[in-house]
């Protein structure tokens, strides 16, 4: 087990540079997820730690030695493919204890933490059988499996729930959550899905085009994105944006809503600015914002209501007590502390939330 | 660093990873010896061609000091080298013709139609798959005799037309079975019949399956010997694998003129390969893996 | 069963089951048509040609006959003595044998190497693989009759390399301890090509990600192609011996012109043992034995290889 740091990393494939300059480091232990949109870079990021791309600038240290021009064993790292990646023709068994025959350990040891792996992961009765007799969810748990036997410094997940089906990848979720409460390596886990992200991680990167949009608890990015990038890609439903103009304390849109907002930097009247307020912070009933509801989407515990603000279609989630009907009125309002305003052009934070 | 010291490390590289120089070095060496390998005793040929007998037997390797354009001119102005390429396509056509016809119609059939028998029949035509024409080329040759068919084109097309039903009807018969069962769904419901979907439907949809099909065919057919050696009697009907060995009969150790009379039959076949290798490299190998 | 009942009842559409999977033979008008239209003239064509003239071999190989009129004189199991006391005969056989050893132990491990070399990120490699598989692509006569050049001690390149060493020529080809391995080389030239592609499109249906896998768990590039490339090829070199073997069984067409069986029988095939013996000889009887001595060779050799190794793919 230890610790990671990627220094200035980059990435270029002959003359289009993909990622320049990207530090991050991730503490013995902790459990960091890589999100964002495909082609974000972040998959690339991954297989640099593990050595199946070429680094194009920068350094990437585990624990405290510099592995750039180390090939995968010798970086010591494990890794879960997207795709399971297991052996076709080997059993789970060998599945598991190959990179430790490879390693030329002894049978008994081999043997022992193999049936170790096998049982934190309840493949025990499946041992003897090959991967094409295995479900989806069985073969995850193998390639974990195989990851975990190594008692690697560094666990790397590339998109490893996203050939599964919607209920299967919740429950894998937890179990791998469970596995990294009880074993406790060092693990970089790459994702498109927010969800995933936030649920699992002790801390998450948020990348888009190459650069580290944000980075904190889950929670934090949550509560307090940094720019209109994470605030949109964090949060599901997401959030609901407006175009506007800065007057005073508030943001007015060209079709007259008008929102107020802390700021927590100095601000200009006119200044272009985008709103946001999430679906979930919206409190229905009374308020400044009314318009007709033209959607509902009941989900049992909570429903979807879209609702037709000035021309803008907005989201807002109410309570399955509330009875609202397609076509009737219905107010809101957006809580001050919870009303995001963002820069028109940098996408940068400006309101204090 | 392992990667240095492994030569094989096949469909390695996933991603950025970037071949090493010494594994670069090695594999340019070694695939440049094959080439050579492979590649002289045709070049040799062809430039062969162009040499006097007498350069010939002295310098077998190297360029011709004088051009003789005259050992591949006789041939090209010669009557024999052109009947015998006509007399190559003709019967590569027809074959391949009546082959994709037949074994369509017939592929078609197992694929579609449940009739009783029908999974002994399709194994009737693979029983075809296990032997080569060769072993019942005698009674063949008293069939066709008896037939009339002796020394004519159709004496050759048939029995490879034959021959060749195991492997396309097999070709076919998978092809069509993996097309969209809803497909035949909606024009059933659209009211056609079999025949007319058969037309309409199945054979614009089978492009790629008839250019397999009709490749090994072609191939097969384009560079047959022992069937027309056996089956054809007349100098002017022979294709151009029974011209050439009838050429060298006749010229037996003029080389210069055996080499450059090779070299322009296999032309041919050189030049369409390279034309349309994705595709006939696709079809004759598809012919294995089915 | 199901024939007679469909044209008179094929099911209303609204109750028709949903479509399977699996091609559905749909009961419809014009079953009769088709089935009498498009099954027939194959079924004829192959029946005439291929199916009967191998019952037909069976037949006249218990006569000696010379081809004209009927076949009169029986011999009963003669032929097959004949055939087998045959010193060329039994030559083919260990030819054909001896072609099939060197296919599985020479020419597939080199056309997996090739392959594995070819399918490097090199540039090039595309023109490599097709200057790889032009030979195979060329007719085996045209094949037969280069390396005739070739191998010619007075006008060939063999010759002239010789020569230009300052040795005598050798003529392998008129020498009979040297003549069949001739043979074998061409056959290697001509059919590596075929084999190496059938590696390349397996090795390129190979999961990169398993590779890399196998990357992260510390194979070197000979463990990785042992341990894993190797054994996910397990159907490809199956399928590769298969076609070596049943390839090698009809070799005539590249011999005629490079030795004519000779000298003294010694590159002799079956096929080209039942052409010289059977067909230009017109000793129908004999030449219809030898065929079904091949013919027994072929299926008891694709029945068994396809039962034994191949009962998985």
Redesign the interface.
Known sequence: MAGLELRNIA?S?GAVSVIEGIDLSVEDGEFVALVGPSGCGKS?IL?MVAG???ISGGDIIIGDRVVN?L?PRERNIAMVFQSYALYPHMTVYKNMAFNLELSGKPKAEIDQRVRQAARMLELEPLLERKPSQLSGGQRQRVAMGRAVVRDPAVFLFDEPLSNLDAKLRVQMRSEIKALHKKVGVTSIYVTHDQVEAMTLSDRVVVLNHGVIQQEGSPMELYRRPANLFVAGFIGSPAMNFFEATIEGNSARTASGLSFAFNAAEAVSDGQQVTIGVRPEHFQAGSGPLSGEVTFVEPTGGQTFVTLDLSGQPTMVLVSSEEDIETGSRLSVTAPLERTYVFDGQSGRRISKN | ???T???????????????RLP??VY??I??TI??A??????L??AL?GFKT?GE??????GLPANWQWSNYGDILFSQRYWLQMGNSLLIAALTVFLTLS??A??A??F??????GSGF?LN??L??L???A??????????IRDLGLLDTYWGVV??Q???G?GMS?LLFRNF??NLP??L??AA??DGA???RF?WSITLPLSRPIIATVGIISF?GS?????LPL?MLNSESKYPW?LG??VY?GEFS?D?QL??AF?TL??LP??IV??AA?KH??AG??AG??K | ???TSSLAAAPP?ATRAP?????????????L???V???P???L??T???????G??AW?SFYNWN?YGLPTQWVGTKNYELIFNNGAFRQALINNGLIILVSIVIQIPLAL??????????K?AVM?R?????????????AG???R??Y?G????V???FTSLGMEAPFWLADRQVAFYAVLGVIV?KYFG?HM??FV?G??S?D??V??AA?IDGA???Q??YRV?LPMLGSTVR?SVF?AV?GS??L??MI??LTGGGPSNSTQTL?TF??SF??MRMQ?GF??AV??V??VI??VL??SYKRIFMKND
């Open positions: 990435k494939y690339t297989r199946l791309e070429d021009d090939t | 660093m392992t990667e010291t492994a030569p094989i490390d096949a469909a390695t590289a996933g991603g950025g990873r970037s071949e594994t670069k594999l340019y070694s695939l094959l080439t390998i492979i590649i002289i005793p045709l040799s040929t062969g007998l010939l037997r002295g310098n077998p390797f037949l074994s119609m017939t078609f059939t694929a579609h139609v449940k009739f009783f029949l009737y035509f029983i075809g296990m032997f080569p060769a072993t019942a080329i005698l009674p063949l040759f008293i069939r048939l029995p037309v034959a021959f039903l009807v069509f079975r069962s809803e035949f769904d059933f419901v019949g079999y025949l058969f191939v384009w560079n047959s010997y022992i056996i694998p050439i060995m060298r150790t080389w055996i080499l090779i039959t296999i076949t050189v390969f390279f290798q006939i490299i004759l190998t294995a893996v | 069963m199901s024939q559409l479509a399977v999977a699996r091609r559905s033979k749909r009961h419809v008008r014009g079953t048509p088709v089935l239209l498009f099954l003239p194959a079924l064509l192959f005439v040609f291929v199916i009967l003239p191998m037909e071999a006249y081809g190497w090739i392959a594995t070399m070819v399918t490097h990120r090199i090039g490599f097709l200057l790889f598989f032009l030979p195979y692509v060329l007719a085996d006569v045209a009759m280069i390396w050049f070739v010619d007075q006008f060939g390149l010759g002239g390399l030239w075929f592609m059938l499109a090795l390129q190979i990169k990600s590779l890399e990357d070197t590039g000979w990785k192609f490339t399928l076609f049943i069984l009809q005539f067409d005629m012109p096929v039942l052409y059977g067909v129908v030449g219809s065929g079904v091949l013919f072929c299926v694709a029945f």
